[in-house]
C-alpha cells in the first residue's frame, strides 16, 4: 500500500502524462471551495472506439472492413466490460485511496480522481487488452499510429508501436493514477486479452469470393 502512495507523491512528468492520457473519466467532479463542477471527457470504450477511426484512416481501409473494425472492437470491449464488472461485484475489492486514508494518510489523495465501485478487476486494464486483441487481428501487429484523440482535452498526443503497446501503457497508468493496484492491473490485462482471444477467434470478416 505504502508502494502506492509514494509511486503517486514522486510521478515523473512522463507519469503524469500516462496516467491523464488515457485517465477517460466521463464525468470527473471537481470541487473548488462551494464551487462544484463536471469535466466530460471521453469514457475508456469511447478512447478505443476512437483509435479505431485512427487506424482505418491510416491504413486506408475501405467501408466494409472500416465497417468490421467497428463491429468487432465494440463486441470486444462489451464483453470485458460484462466479464470485469462480474468480477468487480464478487470480490468487491476496497480502493487504495480509501485504505491509505484510514491507515496511512487520511489527506492522501490519488493524481486520479478514484471511481465510485469496487478496485478488482480493472475496467481500463481489460477492455484495453480486448480492443488491442479485435484491433490487431484487423490491422496487423506491428501497426504503429499515434493517438490524438485527447487534444480535445487538452493533453497531448503519444504515439504508439502497436495496440498492444498502447495497453500495456495503459495498465500502468492506472496504477500512475493511484486508483488500482499494480496486480490488479497485471491480471486484467491478462483476462482482457483472453476475451480478445475468443472474439477474434468466433468473429471473422466472410470474403467476397
Not at 485517465?23 to 471521453?42: I, Q, R, S, Y
Not at 475468443?198 to 466472410?206: F, G, Q, S, W
Request: hydrophobic share 35%; proline share 4%; net charge neutral.
Amino acid at each position: 500500500m505504502k508502494k502506492i502512495q509514494q509511486a503517486g507523491d514522486s510521478l515523473t512528468i512522463e507519469q503524469k502524462w500516462i496516467a491523464d492520457f488515457w485517465d477517460d473519466n466521463p464525468f470527473k467532479l471537481n470541487v473548488a471551495g462551494h464551487l462544484m463542477f463536471g469535466t466530460k471527457k471521453f469514457s475508456p470504450g469511447g478512447h478505443w472506439m476512437g483509435i479505431v477511426g485512427i487506424a482505418a484512416k491510416k491504413s486506408g481501409a475501405d467501408f466494409a472492413q472500416t465497417s468490421y473494425a467497428y463491429a468487432k472492437t465494440a463486441i470486444a470491449l462489451f464483453d470485458a466490460f460484462i466479464e470485469c464488472w462480474n468480477i468487480k461485484y464478487i470480490y468487491n475489492t476496497i480502493r487504495p485511496e480509501t485504505v491509505i486514508d484510514k491507515y496511512f494518510d487520511p489527506n492522501w489523495r490519488p493524481h486520479l480522481q478514484t471511481p465510485p465501485f469496487p478496485e478488482y478487476t480493472c475496467g481500463h486494464c481489460t477492455i484495453s487488452a480486448s480492443a488491442a486483441e479485435a484491433l490487431t487481428s484487423v490491422f496487423g501487429d506491428h501497426f504503429a499510429y499515434t493517438d490524438t484523440t485527447e487534444l480535445e482535452f487538452g493533453i497531448d498526443s503519444r504515439t504508439y508501436k502497436s495496440f498492444r503497446d498502447a495497453a500495456l501503457e495503459t495498465q500502468v497508468s492506472r496504477f500512475y493514477g493511484g486508483i488500482h493496484y499494480l496486480y490488479c492491473c497485471t491480471r486484467s490485462t491478462i483476462m482482457g486479452q483472453k476475451v480478445g482471444d475468443l472474439v477474434v477467434d468466433r468473429i471473422k470478416m466472410k470474403k467476397n469470393e
